[in-house]
């Protein structure tokens, strides 16, 4: 019946049954219950302080040397700059327009 109404978006039978298990069980809140897991040992406080100031002295550095620096992976540095530290990328294609047209 979902599928009918729904189409591709409905949700799977095995989910409804895994909610209606949960519901019969008495749990009324759709959301996980916390977890324990590891915690984080690439984005910690340090690492990520670390990795801003190495950009503050040097803003060439590439994500393979704070890596490297930090023994961390690419992903976790990438994560930090990005996410952590929201930076990205400042293009560079609008100066080559402006000095190819000005050369013409």
């Not at 977890?35 to 060439?60: C, F, H, N, Q, V």
């Not at 540095?77 to 000095?99: C, D, G, P, Y």
Request: net charge positive; with cysteine; hydrophobic share 35%.
């Amino acid at each position: 019946m979902l599928v009918k109404v729904y189409g591709v978006d409905a949700v799977s039978k095995k989910c409804v049954f895994e909610w209606f298990k949960c519901f019969r069980d008495g749990k009324e809140d759709v959301k996980d219950e916390p977890r324990s897991g590891r915690p984080p040992t690439s984005t910690t406080p340090d690492k990520i302080e670390r990795a801003r100031r190495m950009l503050a002295d040097d803003r060439r550095l590439c994500l393979r040397m704070i890596a490297e620096e930090l023994k961390i992976s690419l992903d976790s540095v990438s994560n930090i700059i990005h996410e952590r530290m929201q930076k990205r990328k400042k293009k560079v294609n609008a100066f080559l327009t402006l000095r190819r047209s000005s050369n013409v």
